[in-house]
């Protein structure tokens, strides 16, 4: 079975600093690892993705994340927070060999920036 | 021009009734799916159905049933709503099954009386 783990309900942070919104996952072979954003009353929105190769993966609206196979983890960070990236942030794994378990979703983070 | 679409966006009904939620894309994916999420915003896969193969979660209870008549479109059907049944429900779609990008929709918000 395949899980994800997010260890923090909400996170706050003042804009302008840096962002952490942590991460971990287990699976039985290799990971494919998702963030997704979801604003207010909206669909989640992809954010990127780490699928194989560099453990560094960029992806949109400034975001990137660190994959840490030794850790089992992927935390999302940004490096200089804005008051629009408050939404609530859900981390999503699935085992590379596929499987009908598909994509299992962390029980989200939700993130607050104050101005 | 939205990519995943899907009504209602509110769903307000009694107990016992049956209603369904339609979704459709227009990515041109093959796979499309059904997810609910839960009053924590816990998010969960309900359904997978591309037009080979339907995934269900097996705890879903047999009171819901994926209806897709043609790849565009994969309308949920529900019938004897109970209360557990609300929700905010999401279709989503993706090229190949489990691909690696999901395009959500806007949710369905259902209350059951």
């Known amino acids: 079975a395949q899980s994800v783990a997010q260890p923090e309900d909400q996170v706050n942070v003042a804009e302008g600093n840096p962002l952490t919104v942590k991460c971990t996952y287990s699976?039985?072979?290799?990971?494919?690892l998702f963030w997704y954003v979801q604003y207010p009353n909206r669909g989640l929105q992809f954010l990127l993705k780490y699928i194989t190769g560099d453990n560094l993966v960029k992806g949109s609206y400034g975001f990137e994340a660190e994959f840490n196979k030794s850790q089992t983890s992927f935390h999302l960070k940004k490096p200089s927070a804005l008051v629009s990236d408050s939404a609530l942030y859900f981390c999503a794994v699935r085992d590379s060999g596929g499987g009908a378990d598909g994509l299992t979703f962390g029980k989200g983070t939700h993130l607050i920036i104050q101005p | 021009d939205t990519a995943v679409s899907q009504t209602p966006k509110y769903l307000v009904t009694q107990m016992g009734n049956d209603k369904s939620i339609k979704c459709e894309q227009n990515l041109g994916h093959d796979t499309m799916y059904w997810y609910k999420q839960d009053s924590k915003k816990f998010l969960k896969i309900m359904f997978s159905?591309?037009?080979?193969?339907?995934?269900i979660n097996e705890t879903v209870p047999n009171r819901f049933s994926p209806k897709s008549p043609d790849k565009a479109h994969l309308n949920l059907h529900i019938n004897s709503l109970e209360l557990g049944d609300s929700a905010v429900y999401f279709c989503a779609s993706s090229q190949g099954q489990w691909g690696e990008k999901l395009f959500f929709g806007s949710g369905t918000q259902l209350s059951v009386l």
């Open positions: 699976v039985s072979g290799n990971p494919y």
């Open positions: 159905y591309n037009n080979k193969e339907l995934i």
